[in-house]
């Protein structure tokens, strides 16, 4: 399920503090932490950026099982599983319960790079800081319809975590753990991790050469 993504042949640079999808800033986590009064916009980014950790743990849990299997600790790999199903059972509960999201699709991973002949702008920064909402949210449209407004080229890369495609993997390799089938747990945990979807976009190129 990997997309390919789209290259205009510029070189990118990324911008360590123009990552997306992690924790929020520490400086402002710390102001944050502090104040009982925090903005709607700053509680959605809370409480999205919670989901999103939540599917970074699952996959990593994944990636932690599988190797186990193949080094033969199928207990210790049984444990991990157990952690993982439990964490994508309740994202997935979750995920049903959001409004307007119907796709079952969880960003656990974003970045946005820029042409090393661009100058890093107020006004990039800015945008930057508008989409950090829609960017953990998974809401990838609206943040390339913003950005494209700003006339930078840009390239903006996301990972998506199938959830209830992963938690059906999780619960079969689960199952074929408990038959003693370890090959194929194994399989089905491989084909976990090939169904992230990934995707990059270059937004406003400026090096794309016509056809012929």
């Given at each position: 399920?990997?997309?390919?993504g789209k290259n205009s042949g510029v070189c990118f640079l990324l911008l360590?503090?123009?990552?997306?999808?992690?924790?929020?800033?520490?400086?402002?986590?710390?102001?944050?932490?502090?104040?009982?009064?925090?903005?709607?916009?700053e509680k959605q980014i809370r409480q999205a950026d919670a989901l999103v950790?939540?599917?970074?743990?699952?996959?990593?849990?994944?990636?932690?099982?599988?190797?186990?299997?193949?080094?033969?600790?199928?207990?210790?790999?049984?444990?991990?599983?157990?952690?993982?199903?439990?964490?994508?059972?309740?994202?997935?509960?979750?995920?049903?319960?959001?409004?307007?999201?119907?796709?079952?699709?969880?960003?656990?991973?974003?970045?946005l790079g820029i042409s090393k002949e661009v100058e890093f702008t107020e006004?990039?920064?800015?945008?930057?800081?508008?989409?950090?909402?829609?960017?953990?949210?998974?809401?990838?449209?609206?943040?390339?319809?913003?950005?494209?407004?700003?006339?930078?080229?840009?390239?903006?890369?996301?990972?998506?975590?199938?959830?209830?495609?992963?938690?059906?993997?999780?619960?079969?390799?689960?199952?074929?753990?408990?038959?003693?089938?370890?090959?194929?747990?194994?399989?089905?945990?491989?084909?976990?991790?090939?169904?992230?979807?990934?995707?990059?976009?270059?937004?406003?190129?400026?090096?794309?050469?016509?056809?012929?």
């Amino acid at each position: 399920m990997n997309k390919p993504g789209k290259n205009s042949g510029v070189c990118f640079l990324l911008l360590a503090s123009m990552i997306f999808g992690g924790s929020i800033n520490p400086a402002a986590a710390t102001t944050a932490d502090k104040s009982t009064n925090l903005n709607d916009i700053e509680k959605q980014i809370r409480q999205a950026d919670a989901l999103v950790q939540k599917g970074r743990e699952a996959m990593s849990d994944i990636t932690a099982a599988r190797q186990l299997l193949i080094k033969h600790h199928e207990e210790e790999a049984h444990q991990y599983l157990k952690k993982a199903r439990d964490v994508l059972g309740k994202l997935k509960a979750e995920m049903n319960n959001k409004e307007g999201d119907n796709t079952g699709l969880l960003p656990i991973y974003s970045q946005l790079g820029i042409s090393k002949e661009v100058e890093f702008t107020e006004e990039l920064r800015q945008k930057q800081e508008t989409t950090h909402l829609d960017v953990i949210r998974g809401k990838h449209k609206k943040v390339i319809e913003t950005l494209k407004n700003i006339n930078v080229e840009l390239q903006y890369s996301f990972v998506n975590l199938p959830i209830e495609i992963t938690l059906g993997k999780v619960e079969s390799a689960l199952k074929s753990l408990s038959e003693k089938n370890i090959t194929q747990a194994t399989e089905r945990l491989s084909e976990a991790e090939a169904e992230l979807i990934h995707d990059t976009i270059v937004i406003n190129a400026v090096n794309d050469k016509p056809a012929g």
